[in-house]
């Protein structure tokens, strides 16, 4: 078992209830967290992982995150953003159908759901989203929203909408391109039409392919960030790259001249997002770090 100053997490980790996949990391550009009930400190988001009820995602500057739910749809997020789940579970429907169902509360930044990345499962969803102040019932759309300090917003891009503000009457969104927004400033909620390349450039914050970085499932490069003979000295810069946000791993070697233990960043994709990750860990104080396999 690993020893040292993460080894408290790791503990917590182990001894959560196990849940069922319901939302699991597909995609992330570091830094980016997760903070789960009854662990001492958040952990990086990883991905592969396994979302469970009352976590909170943090992503960081320039971060984002990509998070499949089990009907195959997903959930982006973009930088500086927090994201709290509840309600995350999977239950028997008619006719041999499933039901996905999720709460996901927006607290800060910018977000995408959408269904058309994943393969969809058969089977149905019930997905609520709260943007701060303005609540959304998904049943099979595409939308995009944020919240800021300026205001709170949802756009819709396919399908159709109910949203809601406080005690106002709710408003539908119907039409491709509607989006309803609610000022923080106390001036009332509007409907109204956002024009095409306003959307392209919202629905850049939220995409992984806008920054360089990413990480995904069945990424086969890494960046080797450093190597040791000394157990102690690695497990010092995974700590280092850890508190940063950056799912570090250590891999053990046995060599003719004894163990060593190897710090990696793992999962990415091609060569373009592990320059880039590269850059960033030299940028931590790690000056090693260089692509691998």
């Known amino acids: ?10 503990v917590a980790l182990l001894a959560a209830p196990a849940a069922a996949a319901t939302l699991t990391v597909e995609g992330a550009v570091s830094p980016a967290w997760v ?25 960081g500057a320039g971060s984002r995150a990509l998070l499949k739910l089990a009907d195959g749809s ?11 789940l509840d309600g995350l ?7 041999l159908r499933r039901i996905v169902t999720a709460s996901l509360d927006v607290a800060r930044g910018a977000f995408r759901f959408t269904t058309d990345i994943f393969a969809r499962r058969r089977g149905e969803r019930d997905v609520k989203i709260r943007v701060a102040t303005v609540t959304t019932g998904i049943r099979g ?12 917003l949802v756009c819709l891009i396919e399908g159709k909408v109910e949203v809601s503000h406080g005690a106002d009457a709710p408003v539908t969104l119907d039409q491709p391109l509607d989006f309803y927004v609610a000022p923080k400033d ?11 390349r306003q959307l392209e450039e919202w629905s850049a914050e939220t995409e992984l392919g806008t920054v360089g970085g990413g990480a995904r499932r069945g990424g086969r490069l890494s960046v080797n960030v450093s190597t040791a003979g000394d157990q102690q000295a690695a497990l010092r810069d995974y700590d280092v790259l850890r ?33 880039a990750v590269a850059e960033r860990v030299k940028a931590l104080g790690l000056p090693g770090a260089a692509i691998g396999r």
Do not use: F, H
């Open 1 to 10: 078992m690993r020893i040292g100053c993460g080894s408290a997490i790791l």
């Open 35 to 59: 903070e789960r009930a009854g662990a001492p400190e958040r952990v990086p988001l990883e991905v592969g992982m396994t979302l469970q009820n009352r976590d909170r995602i943090v992503t």
């Open 74 to 84: 997903a959930v982006k997020l973009g930088e500086n953003a927090v994201l709290n």
């Open 89 to 95: 579970d999977e239950r028997s429907g008619g006719r």
């Open 141 to 152: 759309t595409d939308i995009w929203g944020k919240s800021d300090d300026r205001r709170d």
């Open 186 to 196: 106390g001036t009332p909620p509007t409907k109204a039409k956002v024009d095409k």
């Open 243 to 275: 508190r940063a946000g950056y799912p570090a791993v250590i891999r053990t070697v046995k060599t003719q001249a004894g163990m060593e233990y190897r710090v990696r960043i793992v999962n990415l994709p091609g060569e373009t997002d592990a320059r």
